[in-house]
């Protein structure tokens, strides 16, 4: 439903002053074109906000920008906020952008909103019966930034007036405060007004808007006694008498609407403003509004009473016939009664569709509603709900009247509530949903409904306040015979309720308690998988080798044929990953995990183990792998909505991928997108602790200390321990950070915590934590012997995990803290590892270290391609402090930086697709090197550079081969 500001009294009346507001207000229009006096310049838009208490004629303000805005030829669209309509979620959005959408058949719909139709769609109102996936806040948010900014686009140039918008919906009004900054890029002029004192705080950059986005808030001023003397001789002539303007300035302090409305009720009674009339016209201003507009109302009967105190209580967009319905009266009565109104400049003819009413003024209508005696207004919103249901107009309006309803244990109004509240969560409003919800629990429902609305209130409060669902989950569980199923959706969404607000030792134990009491096989199966989860997350997991264990049984005995199952299997395969089993084991068990599919949105799964799924592949030198997976899984999780923290954590962790194969500064620009949604989705915290700890140690690889630093402090990061497993591990990340800073000893003994902490728990993967070669290097000057030991057992757990990129890093490690002559073969070898593994920094890291040792041992022509080679990869990967590195130690050596030798690309050029396939085959290096004309070592450069491009070690290389594409001819 479209509305348009509310019109100003019939005739064509000047904004007394108001040309400063008027002069910005031309200003900003003028920008918005792209050429003035027939020379172009850049369409620039922005915000005009014009504020001030009621009744001080904002509404006029934008009524006069309208028309000069179509004056220009602009687009123009409205909303306006509504006292009654605040608990409609998105009122004030449908209001704005249902009727440039009104004119498209579906089909061109569909198209304008293209893979935004399904997440959107029900908060714009275009379906009446939306989809049964439910899109989170932040995804309909940035829908709706999409739609806008094609609207701004396609109609340019498009102004947006919005009225009233201290009383628009939270959901509106947030969105809009988000988007408004967007207008200065776009041709687009955002026109609103408010009253200041009662703007809530979702608005609150409308009050103190950014700099670029152009003026301050114009607070509009009283009327001088002059221009109030200008309006009333405007109606009553040139001869009123000083004394009377005057008089009448007094009465209405000033305030535009009061004296408008003065005076249009001093021309009906004739009045020519002599003092014989002071009395009438005090009469008539006390009328204008407050008691004596009810006493002035009382007078026109019973049935005209009736009908305007139904139209109060309908709010915005009158429609004659419900508000008829309401105050129980007859069509003829009803019309009867419509005409005084109008007549006594109450009502309007509004400007919706069909033949609706409004009110003259907001003050008018709320001083109306606020006469009506509570318990009468109680009946008529009553009344009201019954109306709208039966008029078709959907829940969510009927549901908004029953809210100012007294509880009575009503079923129906418990079934309107709740179907509200679905309705507002498919519209991406959970907080309108659990008002629903709050409501229909106190109605109260039937004992037999009380578990699942309960249960559905904990799921609207999921992303809002999850202690709230932790409470109203547990109170749920006490209710009698719960259906299985509902009761393990209950627990499972207890659990996660509890891990979000860093419960995961409760997580845990509920779970494993409902594994014992479950009865039924797949319901138990169920939740002994989550009871693995939440326990493999938990830092403080007592005995995570009997867990280990059980769970290795557990996954022998079932074959994968179930989505429990499944789980199951996933979570195996990265037990066995953390725990440093042989890597075929980890990718057998993910691979047998994902044959049957993993959803990233299951409703009562969570993501927890597809994504860990994921990552097996990554720690086990398969990124590409791990990739792909992910783009699945987020593009999965984008087409239902949901782009909180599920986007937050998933580009965070994509992020993380591309650090690991070396790709550092797409892996920066890509944890900073997630970093930056987590810092505006509420509850993101999980998510903000991946992204600090990814960023931080990404900056540390391309040598940015400082920044780094600058980032921990201001996140807190090594100050705070989480008590749910974050990757990187936080605390060895930090030492990363302390090493680079020089503060070995602090690393040291913070190393040796985190050490201590997973040997307890038997996870001795280098892949996953290094913490022993960071300690190793910590350790190299004070205790070089300890040093060493670390190293070597580091190089011990790699080899027996079996990732060449995890066994090349520790060689590289034991080989800088060995030294001497040893060193040398420690880092050929660590560089032949390397070069069999897509970790692009790591292999540039172990080059420029192995050929720093050779120059130290004089051994300058091979130290030279070492370095060569290592400032070349430092250069591609981003890594700036290593190749600066790389380039001191050429000029120690007396050498000079070569020219780069090819450009950085991802695609295969022919002779590395030739030896790929030759390898993948199973042919030795010999055959392809002849094959090629190329030696064996040549080969080797070839195929490591495959490795790295396609994401992938040799023995992944022939099923990455198959997706990867071939180069042009």
């Not at 050929?828 to 897509?838: C, G, I, T």
Request: net charge neutral; charged share 25%; proline share 5%.
């Amino acid at each position: 439903m479209a509305y348009e500001l509310r019109q100003p009294p019939p005739g064509s009346r000047p904004l007394l002053e108001r040309r400063k507001e008027l002069r910005a207000l031309d200003e900003a229009l003028t920008d918005l074109r792209d050429r003035v006096d027939g020379v172009p310049q850049a369409p620039r838009g922005g915000l005009l906000a014009f504020t001030g208490p009621a009744g001080m004629g904002k509404t006029a303000l934008l009524t006069e920008a309208r028309a000069r805005a179509q004056a220009h030829g602009f687009t123009v669209l409205s909303g306006r906020g509504g006292e009654k309509e605040q608990e409609l979620a998105f009122h004030v959005v449908r209001q704005l952008v249902q009727p440039a959408l009104a004119a498209m058949d579906e089909t061109r719909l569909r198209a304008f909103l293209g893979s935004w139709h399904d997440i959107v769609a029900a908060a714009l109102g275009l379906v009446a019966a939306p989809g049964g996936h439910m899109p989170d806040p932040t995804g309909v948010r940035d829908g709706l930034d999409w739609v806008m900014t094609r609207l701004a686009v396609q109609q340019a140039p498009l102004v947006l007036l919005l009225d009233d918008l201290h009383w628009a919906d939270a959901e509106s009004l947030s969105w809009l405060a988000a988007f408004a900054p967007r207008a200065v890029d776009l041709s687009l002029l955002m026109v609103v007004a408010y009253r200041p004192d009662e703007l809530p705080l979702e608005g609150a950059a409308f009050s103190s808007p950014a700099a670029d986005l152009g003026n301050r808030p114009f607070t509009l001023a009283p009327l001088s006694a002059a221009a109030v003397a200008r309006i009333i001789r405007d109606e009553v002539g040139e001869d009123a008498e000083e004394e009377f303007c005057e008089e009448c300035y007094e009465v209405t302090s000033g305030t535009p609407f009061a004296a408008v409305e003065l005076a249009i009720r001093l021309g009906e009674r004739s009045l020519r403003g002599t003092s014989e009339d002071l009395p009438a016209m005090r009469d008539l201003a006390a009328a204008v509004q407050g008691p004596g507009l009810i006493e002035r109302l009382q007078g026109y009967g019973t049935s005209t009473v009736r009908f305007a105190y139904a139209a109060a209580v309908l709010g915005q967009s009158i429609s004659p016939e419900l508000a008829a319905r309401i105050a129980a009266i007859g069509s003829t009565a009803a019309a009867e009664a419509a005409d005084r109104l109008r007549a006594a400049r109450i009502l309007a003819d509004g400007d919706g569709p069909g033949d609706t009413l409004e009110f003259v003024h907001p003050l008018i209508a709320t001083t109306i509603y606020r006469s009506i005696r509570p318990s009468l207004r109680e009946g008529l919103h009553n009344s009201a709900a019954e109306a709208v249901r039966a008029a078709g107009l959907g829940p969510a309006a009927a549901a908004r009247h029953l809210l100012d309803v007294p509880c009575e244990g009503n079923t129906e109004a418990v079934a309107c509530l709740r179907e509200a509240a679905r309705a507002y969560l498919r519209s991406g409003a959970p907080e309108a949903a659990r008002r629903m919800l709050n409501r229909a629990l106190q109605e109260p429902p039937l004992p037999e409904q009380r578990a699942a609305l309960l249960h559905e209130l904990a799921c609207a409060t999921f992303l809002i306040k999850p202690t709230a669902t932790v409470t109203h989950l547990r109170e749920a569980l006490t209710e009698p015979d719960i259906e299985p199923e509902l009761r393990a959706s209950m627990v499972y969404r207890l659990t996660q309720a509890l891990a979000h607000t860093d419960r995961m030792a409760e997580a845990a134990t509920v779970a494993a308690d409902e594994a014992q009491r479950a009865a039924h096989p797949r319901i138990r199966l169920r939740m002994q998988a989550d009871h693995f989860v939440w326990s493999a997350f938990r830092t403080d997991e007592r005995d995570s080798a009997a867990r280990s264990r059980s769970l290795a049984r557990l996954a022998d005995r079932i074959t994968g044929r179930g989505l429990e199952e499944r789980y199951i299997l996933g979570l195996r395969a990265w037990d066995a990953m953390m725990c440093g089993e042989p890597r075929d084991t980890a990718l057998a068990y993910a691979e047998e995990a994902l044959r049957g599919g993993l959803s990233w949105t299951h409703e009562n799964r969570g993501f927890e183990v597809p994504v860990s799924v994921a990552l097996v592949f990554m720690y086990c030198d398969r990124p590409r792998r791990a990739e792909e997976l992910f783009a699945r899984g987020m593009a999965e999780c984008a087409s239902k909505g949901w782009r909180g923290s599920h986007l937050a954590l998933g580009q965070t962790l994509s992020a993380y991928i591309r650090y690991r194969r070396g790709c550092l500064a797409e892996a920066e620009n890509l944890v900073r997108e997630g970093l930056g949604i987590a810092d505006r989705v509420e509850g993101a915290v999980p998510a903000q602790w991946f992204a600090v700890g990814i960023l931080i140690q990404t900056l540390l690889a391309r040598g940015r200390v400082v920044a780094a630093r600058r980032l921990a402090d201001r996140y807190r990061y090594g100050d705070v321990i989480p008590n749910a497993v974050i990757y990187p591990d936080p605390r060895t990340v930090f030492a990363e950070l302390l090493l680079a800073e020089g503060r070995a000893e602090e690393a040291a003994s913070l190393l040796s915590d985190v050490g201590e902490w997973l040997e307890g728990r038997e996870w001795r993967n280098p892949a996953w934590c290094p913490w022993q070669l960071g300690l190793a290097r910590a350790l190299a000057r004070s205790a070089p012997d300890r040093a060493v030991h670390h190293a070597r057992d580091a190089v011990k757990r790699a080899r027996d995990f079996g990732a060449a990129s995890a066994i090349g890093q520790a060689l590289h490690t034991q080989a800088e803290v060995t030294g001497g002559e040893a060193a040398l073969e420690l880092h050929a070898q660590a560089v032949d590892h390397l070069q069999r593994s897509p970790a692009a920094y790591e292999l540039a890291r172990a080059l420029v270290g192995h050929g720093s040792a050779l120059a130290r041992d004089g051994r300058l022509h091979d130290a030279a391609d070492r370095l060569y080679q290592g400032l070349e990869g430092a250069v591609h990967c981003g890594a700036e402090g290593l190749a600066a590195r790389a380039r001191r130690e050429l000029s120690a050596a007396g050498l000079r930086p070569l020219p780069l030798r090819y450009a950085q690309t991802d695609t295969l050029t022919a002779q590395e697709r030739k030896a790929a396939e030759g390898t993948a085959r199973g042919e030795p290096a010999a055959t392809v090197a002849r094959e090629l004309r190329l030696t064996e070592q040549g080969v080797r450069q070839l195929l490591s550079s495959v490795y790295r491009k396609i994401g992938t070690d040799a023995p992944g290389l022939a099923e990455a081969l198959r997706t990867f594409p071939r180069p042009r001819p």
